[in-house]
Nanobody, 122 residues
Framework: EVHVVESGGGLVQAGGSLRLSCAVS????????IAWFRQVPGKERKVFSS????????YYADSVKGRFTISRDNAKNTVYLQMNSLKPEDTAVYFCAATRGDRIQTTDMEYWGKGTLVTVSS
């Protein structure tokens, strides 16, 4: 049985940091590209960071580039997202998702977590 569980969300002041974890069981993350999405109520869920299987190449949306860092620990079967210099506009529910494919879009992901809420106060 597959489980994808995000943790580490919470309330933080602007300028602060959080580290999200995405713990996986039921498959090996080394075989999957892992992506982080986020969603604000009333808006679509969007990918903003991902890490590939082949060479651990990473992707960051412009909105988080230079502030967020994605990494994976295959031994722990966990993906991390270090978020620094947080802004109020980073407030969202953060989701972790996995795919064996090359495309990282909402409809391409095979497994999803239930999300963790990040709230950044001004």
């Amino acid at each position: 049985e597959v489980h994808v569980v995000e943790s580490g969300g919470g309330l933080v002041q602007a300028g602060g940091s959080l580290r999200l974890s995405c713990a996986v069981s039921g498959f090996q993350i080394s075989d999957y590209a892992i992506a982080w999405f986020r969603q604000v109520p009333g808006k679509e869920r969007k990918v903003f960071s991902s890490i590939s299987t082949f060479d651990n190449s990473t992707y960051y949306a412009d909105s988080v580039k230079g502030r967020f860092t994605i990494s994976r620990d295959n031994a722990k079967n966990t993906v991390y997202l270090q978020m620094n210099s947080l802004k109020p506009e980073d407030t969202a529910v953060y989701f972790c998702a996995a795919t064996r494919g090359d495309r990282i879009q909402t409809t391409d992901m095979e497994y999803w977590g239930k999300g963790t809420l990040v709230t950044v106060s001004s």
